[in-house]
Protein backbone atom coordinates (compact mmCIF):
# COMPACT_ATOMS: atom_id res chain seq x y z
CA UNK A 1 0.00 0.00 0.00
CA UNK A 2 2.48 2.55 0.66
CA UNK A 3 4.61 1.74 -2.72
CA UNK A 4 1.45 2.06 -4.58
CA UNK A 5 0.71 5.84 -2.63
CA UNK A 6 4.26 6.40 -3.96
CA UNK A 7 3.59 6.06 -7.59
CA UNK A 8 0.30 7.06 -7.54
CA UNK A 9 1.73 10.88 -7.43
CA UNK A 10 4.96 9.86 -8.76
CA UNK A 11 6.10 13.39 -9.72
CA UNK A 12 4.72 14.74 -6.33
CA UNK A 13 6.85 11.58 -4.84
CA UNK A 14 10.20 12.51 -6.83
CA UNK A 15 9.76 16.04 -6.00
CA UNK A 16 9.77 15.09 -1.97
CA UNK A 17 12.92 12.36 -2.74
CA UNK A 18 15.11 15.36 -4.28
CA UNK A 19 15.93 16.73 -0.59
CA UNK A 20 17.09 12.80 0.32
CA UNK A 21 18.64 11.73 -2.60
CA UNK A 22 21.04 15.03 -2.63
CA UNK A 23 22.11 14.58 1.03
CA UNK A 24 22.48 10.44 0.66
CA UNK A 25 24.53 10.62 -2.61
CA UNK A 26 26.61 13.59 -0.87
CA UNK A 27 26.57 12.15 2.21
CA UNK A 28 28.38 8.97 -0.25
CA UNK A 29 30.54 10.79 -2.43
CA UNK A 30 31.78 13.20 0.37
CA UNK A 31 32.83 10.22 2.38
CA UNK A 32 34.31 7.98 -0.54
CA UNK A 33 36.18 11.15 -1.76
CA UNK A 34 37.26 12.06 1.96
CA UNK A 35 38.42 8.54 2.73
CA UNK A 36 40.52 8.49 -0.64
CA UNK A 37 41.80 12.10 0.10
CA UNK A 38 43.34 10.98 3.56
CA UNK A 39 44.63 7.87 2.14
CA UNK A 40 46.66 9.92 -0.71
CA UNK A 41 47.76 12.71 1.13
CA UNK A 42 49.40 10.31 3.74
CA UNK A 43 50.73 8.22 0.82
CA UNK A 44 52.17 11.55 -0.40
CA UNK A 45 54.21 12.33 2.24
CA UNK A 46 55.31 8.71 3.15
CA UNK A 47 56.41 8.25 0.05
CA UNK A 48 59.67 8.97 0.67
CA UNK A 49 60.00 7.00 3.49
CA UNK A 50 57.66 5.85 6.17
CA UNK A 51 60.26 5.00 8.86
CA UNK A 52 62.21 8.13 7.54
CA UNK A 53 63.66 10.63 9.98
CA UNK A 54 65.78 14.30 8.95
CA UNK A 55 67.41 16.85 11.20
CA UNK A 56 68.00 19.91 9.33
CA UNK A 57 70.41 22.58 10.94
CA UNK A 58 68.49 25.72 12.16
CA UNK A 59 64.83 26.33 12.86
CA UNK A 60 62.94 28.39 10.62
CA UNK A 61 59.32 27.14 12.47
CA UNK A 62 59.81 28.17 15.64
CA UNK A 63 63.34 30.83 15.39
CA UNK A 64 65.81 30.98 18.51
CA UNK A 65 65.00 34.04 20.56
CA UNK A 66 69.09 34.27 21.35
CA UNK A 67 71.49 35.99 19.51
CA UNK A 68 73.67 32.54 19.50
CA UNK A 69 74.40 31.29 15.79
CA UNK A 70 72.84 28.14 15.64
CA UNK A 71 75.38 25.30 15.03
CA UNK A 72 75.86 23.00 12.05
CA UNK A 73 75.25 20.10 11.40
CA UNK A 74 78.46 17.78 11.15
CA UNK A 75 79.48 14.08 9.80
CA UNK A 76 80.39 13.50 13.88
CA UNK A 77 76.74 13.89 14.57
CA UNK A 78 76.36 10.66 12.56
CA UNK A 79 78.50 8.55 14.50
CA UNK A 80 76.78 9.77 18.14
CA UNK A 81 73.23 8.91 16.36
CA UNK A 82 74.26 5.49 15.77
CA UNK A 83 75.89 4.89 18.91
CA UNK A 84 72.76 6.49 21.36
CA UNK A 85 69.79 5.37 19.04
CA UNK A 86 70.39 1.53 18.64
CA UNK A 87 66.69 2.04 16.59
CA UNK A 88 68.09 3.48 13.76
CA UNK A 89 68.83 1.42 10.77
CA UNK A 90 70.23 3.37 8.00
CA UNK A 91 71.75 6.64 8.22
CA UNK A 92 72.90 9.07 5.58
CA UNK A 93 74.13 12.81 5.60
CA UNK A 94 72.29 15.18 2.43
CA UNK A 95 73.51 17.82 0.91
CA UNK A 96 71.46 19.73 -1.83
CA UNK A 97 72.71 22.07 -4.88
CA UNK A 98 70.07 23.39 -6.81
CA UNK A 99 69.14 23.83 -10.29
CA UNK A 100 72.47 22.75 -11.54
CA UNK A 101 73.40 22.81 -15.00
CA UNK A 102 73.42 19.04 -16.39
CA UNK A 103 74.63 18.12 -19.97
CA UNK A 104 75.40 15.10 -22.47
CA UNK A 105 76.58 15.94 -26.09
CA UNK A 106 74.60 19.11 -26.68
CA UNK A 107 71.65 17.92 -24.28
CA UNK A 108 71.16 20.36 -21.57
CA UNK A 109 69.30 20.13 -18.68
CA UNK A 110 69.16 21.47 -14.75
CA UNK A 111 68.63 19.82 -11.60
CA UNK A 112 69.15 19.61 -7.79
CA UNK A 113 72.24 17.71 -7.04
CA UNK A 114 71.94 15.45 -3.98
CA UNK A 115 75.01 14.39 -2.39
CA UNK A 116 74.01 10.99 -0.02
CA UNK A 117 75.94 7.60 0.74
CA UNK A 118 75.30 4.28 0.07
CA UNK A 119 71.64 4.46 2.48
CA UNK A 120 70.08 7.21 0.62
CA UNK A 121 67.87 4.32 -1.33
CA UNK A 122 66.96 2.61 1.79
CA UNK A 123 65.88 6.09 3.94
CA UNK A 124 63.49 7.10 1.04
CA UNK A 125 62.22 3.12 0.28
CA UNK A 126 63.00 3.88 -3.52
CA UNK A 127 64.09 1.43 -6.18
CA UNK A 128 66.66 1.62 -9.11
CA UNK A 129 64.70 1.08 -12.35
CA UNK A 130 68.14 -0.11 -13.71
CA UNK A 131 71.95 0.08 -12.89
CA UNK A 132 73.02 0.43 -9.20
CA UNK A 133 73.05 3.07 -6.46
CA UNK A 134 75.85 4.54 -4.99
CA UNK A 135 77.86 1.89 -3.12
CA UNK A 136 80.43 2.87 0.39
CA UNK A 137 83.32 2.83 -2.20
CA UNK A 138 82.05 5.45 -4.24
CA UNK A 139 81.73 7.51 -1.06
CA UNK A 140 85.10 6.60 0.19
CA UNK A 141 86.75 7.17 -2.94
CA UNK A 142 84.88 10.35 -3.73
CA UNK A 143 83.92 8.88 -7.38
CA UNK A 144 82.99 10.85 -10.24
CA UNK A 145 79.75 8.70 -10.55
CA UNK A 146 76.02 9.77 -10.62
CA UNK A 147 72.63 8.05 -10.38
CA UNK A 148 69.73 9.78 -12.35
CA UNK A 149 65.98 10.16 -12.34
CA UNK A 150 63.99 9.29 -15.29
CA UNK A 151 62.95 13.23 -16.19
CA UNK A 152 67.01 13.79 -16.56
CA UNK A 153 67.31 10.42 -18.79
CA UNK A 154 64.54 11.29 -21.45
CA UNK A 155 65.90 15.11 -20.99
CA UNK A 156 69.37 14.11 -21.81
CA UNK A 157 69.57 10.57 -23.84
CA UNK A 158 66.01 10.63 -25.20
CA UNK A 159 65.71 6.86 -26.36
CA UNK A 160 69.44 6.02 -25.21
CA UNK A 161 70.31 3.87 -22.76
CA UNK A 162 72.43 6.21 -20.33
CA UNK A 163 74.42 3.24 -18.44
CA UNK A 164 78.26 3.89 -18.91
CA UNK A 165 77.43 7.18 -20.56
CA UNK A 166 79.39 10.30 -19.15
CA UNK A 167 78.10 13.52 -18.31
CA UNK A 168 79.19 16.81 -17.38
CA UNK A 169 77.21 18.36 -14.22
CA UNK A 170 78.97 21.91 -13.85
CA UNK A 171 81.22 21.11 -16.76
CA UNK A 172 82.60 18.26 -14.45
CA UNK A 173 82.39 14.68 -15.72
CA UNK A 174 80.48 12.08 -14.35
CA UNK A 175 79.63 8.48 -15.08
CA UNK A 176 76.23 7.31 -15.12
CA UNK A 177 75.92 3.85 -12.90
CA UNK A 178 71.89 4.03 -12.46
CA UNK A 179 68.57 5.32 -12.93
CA UNK A 180 66.63 5.41 -10.07
CA UNK A 181 62.77 4.33 -10.67
CA UNK A 182 60.41 7.28 -9.72
CA UNK A 183 58.16 7.20 -6.34
CA UNK A 184 54.88 5.21 -7.14
CA UNK A 185 52.85 8.16 -6.08
CA UNK A 186 53.52 11.64 -6.58
CA UNK A 187 54.69 13.94 -4.15
CA UNK A 188 52.65 16.63 -2.97
CA UNK A 189 55.61 19.54 -3.75
CA UNK A 190 56.94 17.24 -6.87
CA UNK A 191 55.78 19.45 -9.37
CA UNK A 192 57.12 22.64 -7.94
CA UNK A 193 61.21 21.12 -7.20
CA UNK A 194 63.73 20.68 -9.77
CA UNK A 195 64.50 16.83 -10.90
CA UNK A 196 66.89 14.87 -8.28
CA UNK A 197 70.48 13.16 -9.33
CA UNK A 198 72.73 11.63 -6.87
CA UNK A 199 76.29 11.53 -6.19
CA UNK A 200 78.56 10.50 -3.53
CA UNK A 201 78.13 12.88 -0.80
CA UNK A 202 82.25 13.30 -0.27
CA UNK A 203 82.30 13.84 -4.50
CA UNK A 204 79.24 17.07 -3.46
CA UNK A 205 81.79 18.26 -0.85
CA UNK A 206 84.58 18.57 -3.42
CA UNK A 207 83.10 20.27 -5.98
CA UNK A 208 80.01 22.17 -4.07
CA UNK A 209 81.82 22.96 -0.65
CA UNK A 210 81.65 21.43 2.57
CA UNK A 211 78.51 21.70 3.62
CA UNK A 212 76.11 19.02 5.36
CA UNK A 213 72.44 20.60 4.92
CA UNK A 214 70.41 17.48 7.12
CA UNK A 215 71.00 14.20 8.26
CA UNK A 216 68.20 11.44 7.45
CA UNK A 217 67.64 8.05 8.72
CA UNK A 218 65.32 5.47 9.32
CA UNK A 219 64.32 3.05 11.76
CA UNK A 220 63.73 -0.81 11.90
CA UNK A 221 59.91 -0.54 12.32
CA UNK A 222 57.52 2.67 12.39
CA UNK A 223 56.56 2.13 15.88
CA UNK A 224 60.05 3.59 16.35
CA UNK A 225 60.20 7.02 14.69
CA UNK A 226 58.35 8.61 18.20
CA UNK A 227 61.51 7.54 20.59
CA UNK A 228 63.96 8.40 17.98
CA UNK A 229 62.42 11.77 17.55
CA UNK A 230 62.68 12.22 20.89
CA UNK A 231 65.88 11.07 21.47
CA UNK A 232 67.37 13.11 18.96
CA UNK A 233 65.84 16.15 20.14
CA UNK A 234 67.34 15.46 23.87
CA UNK A 235 71.05 14.68 22.38
CA UNK A 236 70.87 17.59 19.61
CA UNK A 237 69.55 19.83 22.87
CA UNK A 238 72.45 18.32 25.15
CA UNK A 239 75.11 18.91 22.31
CA UNK A 240 74.04 22.29 21.33
CA UNK A 241 74.04 23.59 25.07
CA UNK A 242 69.97 24.66 25.12
CA UNK A 243 68.91 25.84 28.22
CA UNK A 244 65.24 24.71 29.46
CA UNK A 245 62.72 26.46 27.59
CA UNK A 246 64.86 28.14 24.78
CA UNK A 247 64.03 26.58 21.47
CA UNK A 248 65.71 24.32 19.26
CA UNK A 249 68.04 25.80 16.89
CA UNK A 250 67.75 22.93 14.57
CA UNK A 251 64.61 21.28 13.18
CA UNK A 252 63.39 17.25 13.30
CA UNK A 253 60.68 16.10 11.11
CA UNK A 254 59.40 12.99 10.34
CA UNK A 255 57.38 11.81 7.42
CA UNK A 256 54.73 9.82 9.77
CA UNK A 257 53.98 13.46 11.73
CA UNK A 258 53.59 15.36 8.85
CA UNK A 259 51.37 12.25 7.07
CA UNK A 260 49.08 12.63 10.37
CA UNK A 261 48.71 16.36 10.41
CA UNK A 262 47.75 16.02 6.14
CA UNK A 263 45.19 13.04 6.48
CA UNK A 264 44.03 14.78 9.73
CA UNK A 265 43.56 18.23 7.52
CA UNK A 266 41.72 16.64 4.88
CA UNK A 267 39.23 14.78 7.30
CA UNK A 268 38.55 18.09 9.04
CA UNK A 269 37.64 19.48 5.17
CA UNK A 270 35.27 15.92 4.95
CA UNK A 271 33.59 16.70 8.03
CA UNK A 272 32.36 20.44 6.99
CA UNK A 273 30.96 18.33 3.51
CA UNK A 274 28.73 16.23 5.35
CA UNK A 275 27.51 18.84 7.69
CA UNK A 276 26.34 20.79 4.43
CA UNK A 277 25.06 17.52 3.30
CA UNK A 278 23.29 16.37 6.15
CA UNK A 279 21.55 19.73 5.96
CA UNK A 280 20.25 18.42 2.79
CA UNK A 281 18.51 15.61 4.14
CA UNK A 282 17.28 18.16 6.49
CA UNK A 283 15.39 20.00 4.42
CA UNK A 284 14.37 16.42 2.81
CA UNK A 285 13.00 15.16 5.38
CA UNK A 286 10.89 18.14 6.51
CA UNK A 287 9.95 17.99 2.53
CA UNK A 288 8.43 13.88 3.19
CA UNK A 289 6.83 15.65 6.58
CA UNK A 290 4.89 18.20 4.40
CA UNK A 291 3.61 15.73 2.11
CA UNK A 292 2.62 12.98 4.07
CA UNK A 293 0.50 16.07 5.96
CA UNK A 294 -0.60 16.28 2.65
CA UNK A 295 -2.02 13.11 2.39
CA UNK A 296 -3.43 12.73 5.27
CA UNK A 297 -5.62 15.62 4.49
CA UNK A 298 -6.55 14.04 1.05
CA UNK A 299 -7.23 10.29 2.52
CA UNK A 300 -9.36 11.14 5.44
CA UNK A 301 -12.60 9.43 4.18
CA UNK A 302 -10.06 6.38 3.58
CA UNK A 303 -9.32 6.42 7.69
CA UNK A 304 -12.30 6.42 8.41
CA UNK A 305 -13.77 4.02 6.77
CA UNK A 306 -10.58 1.79 7.95
CA UNK A 307 -11.04 3.04 11.27
CA UNK A 308 -15.06 2.49 11.51
CA UNK A 309 -13.85 -1.20 9.85
CA UNK A 310 -12.32 -1.45 13.16
CA UNK A 311 -8.52 -0.49 11.89
CA UNK A 312 -6.88 0.81 15.31
CA UNK A 313 -4.93 3.77 15.65
CA UNK A 314 -1.89 1.84 15.46
CA UNK A 315 -2.71 -0.07 12.65
CA UNK A 316 -3.13 3.59 10.70
CA UNK A 317 -0.18 5.12 12.47
CA UNK A 318 2.13 1.73 10.93
CA UNK A 319 0.51 2.64 7.82
CA UNK A 320 1.50 6.22 7.50
CA UNK A 321 5.07 5.75 8.98
CA UNK A 322 5.79 3.21 6.72
CA UNK A 323 4.49 5.06 3.82
CA UNK A 324 7.04 8.03 5.03
CA UNK A 325 9.82 5.00 5.36
CA UNK A 326 9.24 3.96 2.04
CA UNK A 327 9.73 7.36 0.35
CA UNK A 328 12.58 7.51 2.53
CA UNK A 329 13.94 4.60 1.63
CA UNK A 330 13.37 4.86 -2.34
CA UNK A 331 15.23 8.49 -1.70
CA UNK A 332 18.08 6.68 0.01
CA UNK A 333 18.71 3.79 -2.77
CA UNK A 334 18.67 6.21 -5.45
CA UNK A 335 21.14 8.31 -3.11
CA UNK A 336 23.51 6.00 -2.89
CA UNK A 337 23.46 4.70 -6.28
CA UNK A 338 24.36 8.68 -7.54
CA UNK A 339 26.75 8.64 -4.63
CA UNK A 340 28.84 5.68 -5.46
CA UNK A 341 28.50 6.52 -9.25
CA UNK A 342 29.55 9.97 -8.41
CA UNK A 343 32.24 8.81 -6.93
CA UNK A 344 33.57 6.58 -9.69
CA UNK A 345 33.51 9.28 -12.35
CA UNK A 346 35.39 11.80 -10.19
CA UNK A 347 37.90 9.52 -9.66
CA UNK A 348 38.69 8.37 -13.29
CA UNK A 349 37.75 11.86 -15.33
CA UNK A 350 39.41 13.99 -12.56
CA UNK A 351 41.56 11.97 -10.54
CA UNK A 352 40.22 12.43 -7.18
CA UNK A 353 40.83 9.29 -5.24
CA UNK A 354 37.65 7.65 -4.00
CA UNK A 355 37.14 4.69 -1.50
CA UNK A 356 33.73 3.81 -1.65
CA UNK A 357 33.26 1.31 1.75
CA UNK A 358 30.21 -1.26 3.22
CA UNK A 359 29.68 1.08 6.51
CA UNK A 360 28.63 4.30 4.58
CA UNK A 361 26.23 2.73 2.63
CA UNK A 362 24.76 1.08 5.58
CA UNK A 363 24.54 4.23 7.52
CA UNK A 364 23.21 6.31 5.04
CA UNK A 365 20.12 3.14 4.92
CA UNK A 366 20.05 3.98 8.46
CA UNK A 367 19.76 7.27 8.49
CA UNK A 368 16.79 6.95 5.69
CA UNK A 369 14.54 5.01 7.95
CA UNK A 370 15.64 7.48 10.73
CA UNK A 371 14.36 10.33 8.78
CA UNK A 372 11.02 8.47 7.52
CA UNK A 373 10.44 7.77 11.61
CA UNK A 374 11.26 11.08 12.95
CA UNK A 375 9.54 13.23 10.24
CA UNK A 376 6.89 10.46 9.26
CA UNK A 377 5.79 10.13 12.92
CA UNK A 378 3.36 13.20 13.07
CA UNK A 379 1.86 13.00 10.30
CA UNK A 380 1.32 9.64 11.29
CA UNK A 381 0.33 10.21 14.62
CA UNK A 382 -2.32 13.19 13.32
CA UNK A 383 -4.11 10.05 10.76
CA UNK A 384 -4.20 7.90 13.52
CA UNK A 385 -6.38 10.70 15.97
CA UNK A 386 -9.16 11.07 13.24
CA UNK A 387 -12.33 10.29 14.58
CA UNK A 388 -14.42 7.98 12.18
CA UNK A 389 -17.57 10.54 12.06
CA UNK A 390 -15.24 13.49 11.34
CA UNK A 391 -13.26 11.49 8.98
CA UNK A 392 -16.35 10.31 7.30
CA UNK A 393 -18.53 13.60 6.97
CA UNK A 394 -14.95 16.13 6.32
CA UNK A 395 -15.80 17.31 2.90
Given at each position: ??????????????????????????????????????????????????????????????P?????????????????????????????????????????????????????????????????????????????????????????????????N???K?????????????????????????????????????T????????????????Y??????????????????????????????????????????????K????????????????????V?????????????????????????N?????????????????????????????????????????????????????????????????????????????????
Open positions: MAFRAIFHHAVRSLLTLLGIVIGIAGIIAIVAIGKGAQKKARDQFLVYGSKSISIYRGNWITAKSKKQSKPLMLDDMKGICAQCPSVQYISPFAVRGRIEVEYEGNQSSADIVGTNENGINISERTMRSGVYLSQYDVEHKENVVVLCQEIVESLFKSQPSGVIRINKHPFTVIGVIAPPKIPGRWDGFRQPNIFIPFSHQKYFGNYLEQISMSTTNEQVPEVTRQLEKMFRAAHHLEEGEPNDFMIEDLQTFAAAAEEAASVGIFAIIAALIALLVGGIGMNIMLVAVQERTKEIGIKTALGATMVIRMQFLLEAIAICMVGGIIGVTFGISASVVLDRIFSIPAIVELTPVLVAFFITVLIGLVFGFYPAERAARLRPVEALTEQ
